[in-house]
């Protein structure tokens, strides 16, 4: 549904989502345009505090320590709810003490500001400190998947040069024990427990979690940092060769303090819940630096995806704020609203889902199920921070990304043979979305990639390989990456399109999209569809959904064939690898699968 086509259903989406809600706080930004021309990035740093006597910015200090100074020490910062029901809240102070704790744990060990500390975990409180920690120590983390697999592992630590590794001692006997000798240059593992296990005791360089901590002071005083200090590490991947290491610096935390307010509209004294992994951008920029800059208490469940799981956390902690992902909402979609039903969500004011295309369904089942629409936003690993958004007080567009925050500038671009790109001005044109350089959380670099690095930027822009367009109203539309994009007898299609105009039916749960070459037309789009339980793959509904899309589409831009799989490959962050079910059906290598979640072959 869009705004164009929707007609009355876009109208009545539009007035139920606007109707009053009493007792719900105004809109941190109720009015974009207005905040658009008004705002500077220097304006950013009104709502922080910087290190005392101008030592500069650190997001540690930003996210944890200043909030003593402003009375909210006793607050709960973190409040983590383990697989097994256990509960452990954190304040602001206390989180303050643990960061300072560890803080003096690297500096005993010996490590120098800049040198890289590693953790692989899953979403433990440990985690938490530990990355905050090095921070103030003015080390640069890499917070990894622990779902990552040995290769994947060892690849990022060589990459990163990590000197210091944080895991469970379950992880590092099946993950990480084996690479030693490899990792030459990974001085100290840190093993979460009281005690090293028996087993491990004689593994060079191993310490106890517990130890270290109970023999550091809990008072740090975080040195002069300098806002262009590397932070963050995060490793995402590339069409091609090495995953890519992006850069992060302590300035991107100006960005994750207006943004926290801004695209996910944070007040004071909220319960937030942000639903990824540390391991994947999202769950550090805003599951845990942005949510602990703005003072609310975050939400860490430790446990996976379960519908009803997640629907009692929502219900149970009052959770005010929630921000997830497009492959949980559909997941929750295809059970129904029935587990909804009896539940107390009135704490629920805002909701939000980033990291793929959001099909407009889901949009419009979040006011079915839970009474508000999901709000979609844009944003990816090299850009630090969101950038694009439906915002609070905005008209949301089911399907689209929404418009650009205030302090960013996007444009649809292409790219000329001369190496220049040519901004594209006209509404609705298909072309490469970027981004005008820079902005506080914007990447500064990959590692040992400095051309690749280099290559992103053309004529002042940001190219961020995605395609979109732009509608006359300056909302942003998702089309698909660069390269999966399909090009068929001259039209360029988007396969989100496709699939979106799949997931319509309802026998649809997933559908993923590819381009197949033919010596005719260039080439032929083919779907690759999951269907929801009770339906039947079969000649007859191959038949049905082709005319479905047909219809939908048009004849040019529907799918010529269509094939049925039990479950279409994603990745950790829930995208569908769309190249690997293209590299499949082509017979080509299949490349890099670190980043692969599911995987059932038919
Ligand atoms: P990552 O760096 O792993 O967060 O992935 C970033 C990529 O995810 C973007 O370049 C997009 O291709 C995709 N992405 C993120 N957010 C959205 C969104 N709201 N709609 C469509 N695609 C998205």
Redesign the pocket.
Known sequence: MTRSSGGEAAERFQRIVKQPRPGMPTPNLPDRAAECARFRWEDAAALLDGLPDGAGLNIAHEAVDRHLRHGRGDRCAIRWIGKAGQRIELSYAELARQTARFAQVLAALGLAPGERVFVLMGRLPELYTAVLGALKARCAVSPLFSAFGPEPIATRCEMGDARVLVTTPELYRRKVRGLRERLGGLRHVILTGAALPADLAADPGLHAWDDLMARASPDYVIGPTDPETVSLI?F??GTTGRPKG?IHVHQAVLAHAVTGRWALDLHDGDVYWCTADPG???GTSYGLIAPLVAGVTSVVVEAEFDAQAWYDVLERERVNVWYTA?TAIRMMMKLGTDALRGRDLSALRFMA??????NPEGVVWGLEAFGLPFH????????GGIM?ANTAAMDIQPGS??QPLPGITAAIVERRPDGHVAVLDEAGRDGE?ALKAPWPSMMRGYLHEEARYRKCFVDGWYL???LARCDAEGYFW?V??ADDVIKSAGHLIGP?EVESALMEHPAVAEAGVIGIPDPTVGEVVKAFVALKPGFEAGEALNRELLGHARKRLGAAVAPKAIDFRSSLPR?R?G?IMRRLLKARELGLPEGDLSTLENDEQP
């Open positions: 995060h995402t991947s992006a994947w951008v999202t497009p889902s980033v990291g793929e295309p959001l979609d936003n844009w944003w990816q690993t090299e850009t694009i990304m929404g979305l961020t390989g995605d998702f698909g990456r989100f990745t962050s995208k």
